[in-house]
């Protein structure tokens, strides 16, 4: 108890340092219930993309910070789908932090949910609904964080830009690439705390945070084989389904080479740290320049951690095949579809023609076949957000401060909006709140069909976003 008090003087002492306010000026417990009715509204509103319909998420965002006086600007390609800004002015001497959530949320089936999807019924310590971890908790977080900015009247060096984004789940088009492309001036920052991170709990208790700095390039090849038709009654050595199934049989067999970046030794070294002695040899094997515990390491992290084994290196997965449409008939095509995700920085020339040595074979075609679907139709790539700088920096300490552990930099295998801000030259920091481990394959993660965050873990959230804005867009003397 004691500790905890010592703990909660230090806090306020920090806050009122660094913003000159007096040490009451927040009562967390007011932040609290407030939180939750915003957090709840907002869950409460069905934003489900696709079809997308984010504009009631969208004006009830815009009304609350209007009616505490903060500007509020809104941008929309399509009127149901609009995006929102607000900024609160600093003094100029450092560019501007961007601090942002999506209104947007994947779909449901209500049938599978006890709790209803939209309700946000609050039952045994969590909230339930779609976008209670994905990412509704962002944007009140970062709505919260607005309000206590004005109220207190905080003194920044920095511009604080608020950002509520539609169609973050599958239609870029009309979110983060409108704001970039057509928009840029409005979101333009030196730096970015979005989704994309987390703080993991293991049987309650605390293990690590994760702080999204890079993610993987999507793209997608097509292996295409070609010979002639025919009679199925003759077979052929042709036969394109015959070439296609060797072509994927080598490709799935083959690992493109193990290649770390800051990020991931960081990730892999720190984690090692923290981990128990024999997945820690692993951890650190993946590093080493001998060949075989690289290798051994690499196998057990492709059977038993899949995720790790992908942040080693450019994956591949193949997805979809298909060829042949009757029994009798020999086709003269058959085409299977890769999932790959690239380093950010594979060379994707160089690495589709390492794919077609790979497949040695005339008869298929390798090409790529234009997955994801951006509107600049190139794939995004940001690159790496250092983790040595400010707003890295101050993650880690309030980290440390609020949940009293280590911070691991991560390498996201899937994409995220952050890419495409990262590629205009904003270094982004995916953040987000605790949730269990154990939560997952339980069925109450993010997509799920139970999704559910921790209110006390909600609350924290709150707390440690307010401290990672104030301290690096907070006026320091
Ligand atoms: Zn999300």
Not at 405 to 433: H, N, Q, V
């Amino acid at each position: 108890m004691r500790h905890l008090l010592l703990a909660m003087l230090i806090v306020c002492a920090a806050v009122s340092r660094s913003v000159g306010q007096s040490p009451a000026a927040v009562d967390w417990t007011a932040i609290e219930a407030e939180t939750m009715r915003h957090f709840q509204a907002l869950v409460r509103m069905d934003t489900s993309d696709p079809p997308g319909g984010e504009k009631p998420a969208a004006d009830y965002v815009k009304s609350v910070l209007e009616r505490e006086g903060i500007p509020v600007e809104v941008y929309a390609l399509e009127a149901h789908r609009p995006n929102v800004v607000a900024r609160l002015k600093g003094s100029g001497r450092k560019r501007p932090l961007l601090i942002m959530g999506h209104t947007d949320v994947v779909n449901v089936d209500p049938k599978k949910w006890s709790h209803p999807p939209f309700g946000a019924d609050r039952d045994g310590g969590y909230v339930y609904g779609r976008g209670t971890v994905d990412d509704k908790d962002n944007l009140t977080a970062a709505l919260m964080v607005m309000l206590m900015l004005k109220r207190g009247n905080v003194a920044l060096d920095r511009d604080v830009i608020f950002l509520a984004e539609a169609g973050e789940e599958g239609t870029t088009r009309v979110g983060i690439e409108f704001m970039v492309n057509q928009h840029f001036a409005a979101i333009d920052a030196e730096y970015c705390y979005a989704e994309g991170g987390g703080v993991t709990r293991e049987k309650g208790a605390v293990r690590f945070a994760s702080v999204q700095t890079v993610e993987k390039i999507p793209n997608g090849i097509d292996l295409i084989a070609r010979g002639p038709a025919g009679h199925g009654s003759v077979p052929l050595t042709t036969n394109a389904v015959a070439h296609l199934s060797k072509a994927v049989a080598a490709v799935a067999e083959w690992q493109p080479p193990i290649d770390l970046n800051d990020t991931t030794a960081a990730y892999f070294s720190r984690l090692a740290a923290i981990s128990p002695p024999e997945q820690a040899r692993r951890y650190r094997d993946v590093m080493t320049g001998d060949p075989k515990a690289v290798a051994a390491a690499d196998a057990w992290l492709r059977e038993n951690e899949p995720r790790h084994a992908s942040m080693l290196r450019t994956s591949v997965s193949p997805n979809i095949i298909q060829g042949g449409y009757r029994n009798n008939v020999i086709p003269s095509e058959a085409r299977a579809t890769l999932d790959v995700r690239m380093l950010p920085d594979e060379n994707p020339e160089r690495f589709l023609a390492q794919i077609k040595r790979v497949v040695n074979d005339p008869a298929v075609d390798v090409v790529f076949n234009g997955w994801p679907q951006t509107t600049t139709g190139k794939p995004r790539n940001g690159g790496e957000s250092p983790i040595n700088s400010e707003a890295f920096t101050t993650i880690e300490a309030a980290v440390t401060k609020h949940y009293a552990t280590t911070t691991l930099p991560s390498m996201s295998t899937g994409a995220s909006d952050m890419a495409f801000l990262r590629e205009k030259g904003i270094r982004c920091y995916g953040i987000g709140p605790a949730t269990d481990v154990e939560d997952g394959p339980k069925g109450f993660g993010a997509h799920s069909d139970q999704e559910r965050i921790l209110e006390t873990e909600l609350h924290r959230f709150v707390r440690f976003h307010w401290d990672i804005v104030v301290n690096l867009a907070g006026a320091k003397p």
